[in-house]
C-alpha cells in the first residue's frame, strides 16, 4: 500500500537570534492508509514542526516531503493551499473555528471552497455533525459551544471532505479528561468505520495509548516507532 | 462568493460600535462634503442663471470682430432675418437684441463712465433680474423714449433721481460723438458695485437713435436655451447657418465672460480639492481601523490559509470588507449630503447678507441653493468607495505575508 505521507531525512533549522535551532534531525517517516497515529514527545522535542512539515504550512530545510504522492518541497503557496483542501484535514489544539460562522457553517467551509454543490454540502455537514454528536446545534456560533463541541465541530470540519490524511495538533489538550476520551472515541470509530487516517501530536500518556501507532520524538528525531507498547515498559514510568 | 460575502459582512459587524463609528466618521465627512459641493453647484448655477439673462444669454451671435475689439461700428446688420431663423432652432428657447456699447452718463454732479444697453423691454422683463431689484421708479417698456434705468450707486454719484434728467454721451457708429438727454425711470440695487454704479439700460429703438444704427442692425442676438447642456450642440448648429457670412460668429458665454468662467473653473476646482483633502483626511481614520480591524485577525487568517482557502482569497475578503464599509459609509453619506441640500434649499438669506451679493463683478441672490449633480454624488461617493477599496491593499499586503506556524503560536 502506498504511503499517505513520506517524510526522507528531512530536516527544519530555525534561527532563534544567534542560535540555530534544530527542531527536526533527518526524520525518515512514512504513514500509510488507516494508520492511527500519535506523534509524542516532550515539549520541543518536534511533534508541532513534524506536523506542519507534513501539512506544507513549513517548508523542510532539507529532505523530502510526500503527501498523497505529491512532492511538496519546492511548491508555490497556492499549490500548497489546493493540496491542503483537497486531500489534508486539520484539527487545531485551541480549535480555531471561524467565529463569525455556525457550527453548521464552519464543517461546511471547505467544502465550500471546494465548489461542492449546496445539497451534497447540506447532506454531508447535517450527517456529520449528527455523527459528532451536534444535532440540533448546527446554528449556533462556537461562543455558544463548550470547548469539548467546539472541537466536534473541528472534528466535522476536518473530516468534511473526505481528506486522505487528518492531522492534529494535540487535539484534546484543552479538554477535561472524559470529553477528551469522547473525542477520541469518535476519531476511532472514523478510523474504523471509514478507514481514516489520523496523525495527531500529544503529551499526554492515554491518548498515546489508544493509538495504533506510536511515534516518539526526542531532540527532533525519532526515538521510537511502533506500536504504544513500549509505555507499559518500565523505562516509560 | 456568497460564502465571502456572508464572512466579510459578518466580519465588519463582530464589533459593531467600531463599524459604526466608521461608518459614521465616513458618512459625516461625505454628507458634509456633498452638502458644500451641492451648494456651491447651486451658487454657480444661480449666478449662471441670472447673469446669462441679464446679458446676451448661454449663446452670443455678434460681428466676428467684436470680441477682440468691441467697438460699436462692429454690428451686425439683417438681424430680424437671422433672429427668425435662430428661434427656429428646436433647442433655442428665447433670442433677444441687444445694443450694447461705452457711454459717460452726465449730470450737474459730474460724470462716470457707464456700459450702454440698449435691450428689448418686454423681452427682458420676462428675463432679467434687474426688475426685481427696483428701488424707485419702474422698468422699461416697449415704446419708452428717453428712458433709462441706473443703479443705485450712480444715481448717488450723480445725485440723482427718478425723473432727473441725464445726458448719455457716446460715439455713434461713424465715429461722431454723439449726446442724448435721457430721463431716469427706475433706479435699481443689486449689491454689486460694478452694475450699480456703471451699468445703464435704455430701450434699444433708443439706442439705435442714440448710436446712428439703422433699424435692422444690432450689435449682438442673444440666444437663451432650454438646456445648458445642448450648447454645444447649438453652437455648432448655429455656426452652420452663418458659415455663409464670414463677418458674423457665434460665440459660447465662457467666451464673452471669461473671467466669469475662469472664476467658477477656479472657485469650483479649489472647493473641490479642498473638500477632497477634508475627505482624505477622514479616510485616514478609517485606514487606520481598517489595518487594524485585519492585524488582529492573523491567526484567523492562518487558520483560513491552514485549511487550504488560496491567499488570494483571503486578500479579496479584505477587499470585499472594504468595499461594504466604503458602500455603507459612502451611501449613507451622500443620502445625508443630499437631504441637507435639498432641506436647505431655497432657504432666503436676506436677512444676513442683505439683496444681493457680488461675485467675480457679477450678482448673486441672497439665496441657498443647492445643485445635486451626478458628479457630486455617483462621481464623488464612488471615487469614495474606490479610494476605501484601495485602503484594503496594505492590510491585504500584510496578510499576504503571515506566516502561518507564527500566527498560530
Known sequence: ?237 | MKQLVRLAWRSIWRNRRRTLLTVGSMAAALALAVYFLAIAEGMYGRLLYQVLRMQAGHLTVENAQHLDAPSIDLRLSGVPTLRARLQDLPDVAITKELIVGPGVANSGDGAVGVAIAGVEPSVEASLSPLIHRLVAGSYLEDGDERAVIVGAELSRRLDLEVGNKLVLSSNDVDGQLVQQMVRIKGIFKTGSLDLDGHYVQIPIGFARTLFSMRPDEATQIGLLLHDPDQLSTVQRQVAGMIASNQRVAVWPWQKIMPELSSFMKVDKGSNYVLQVIILLMAMFTIFNTILMSALERKREFAVMLALGTSPTRVKLQLLVESVILGVLGCGLGVLLGSGMALATDGISLESIMGGGFDVAGFLVDPLLLAKLTPRITVGLGGAMVVIVALMSLVPMGRISRINVTDAFR
Do not use: C
Open chain 1, 1 to 237: 500500500m502506498e504511503p499517505i505521507v513520506s517524510l526522507t531525512g528531512v530536516t527544519r533549522d530555525y534561527q532563534q537570534g544567534e542560535v540555530v535551532v534544530h527542531a527536526l534531525r533527518g526524520i525518515d517517516l512514512e504513514f500509510r492508509p488507516g494508520d492511527f497515529a500519535a506523534v509524542a514527545g516532550p515539549s520541543g522535542s518536534g511533534k508541532t514542526t513534524l506536523l506542519n512539515v507534513m501539512s506544507g504550512l513549513d517548508q523542510p530545510t532539507s529532505g523530502t516531503v510526500t503527501v498523497d504522492g505529491q512532492t511538496v518541497n519546492g511548491m508555490t503557496k497556492s499549490e500548497m493551499s489546493r493540496l491542503r483542501l483537497h486531500r489534508i484535514g486539520f484539527v487545531f489544539q485551541a480549535y480555531n473555528l471561524l467565529p463569525v460562522l455556525t457550527a453548521y457553517e464552519n464543517a461546511e467551509y471547505v467544502l465550500m471552497m471546494q465548489n461542492v454543490p449546496a445539497a451534497e454540502r447540506r447532506e454531508k455537514v447535517m450527517r456529520l455533525l449528527a455523527q459528532v454528536g451536534l444535532e440540533g446545534m448546527e446554528n449556533r456560533f462556537p461562543r455558544e459551544l463548550s470547548g469539548g463541541q467546539q472541537q466536534r465541530v473541528a472534528i466535522a470540519r476536518a473530516m468534511a471532505s473526505a481528506p486522505a490524511l487528518v492531522l492534529a495538533d494535540e487535539p484534546t489538550a484543552n479538554l477535561d479528561s472524559s470529553t477528551a476520551a469522547e473525542l477520541l472515541e469518535l476519531m476511532e470509530e472514523l478510523n474504523q468505520d471509514k478507514g481514516m487516517t489520523f496523525v495527531f501530536s500529544t503529551h499526554d500518556r492515554r491518548v498515546m495509548r489508544r493509538a495504533k501507532r506510536l511515534v516518539l520524538l526526542k531532540d527532533g528525531a525519532v526515538e521510537h516507532d511502533a506500536t504504544p507498547d513500549v509505555l507499559d515498559g518500565p523505562e516509560s514510568r
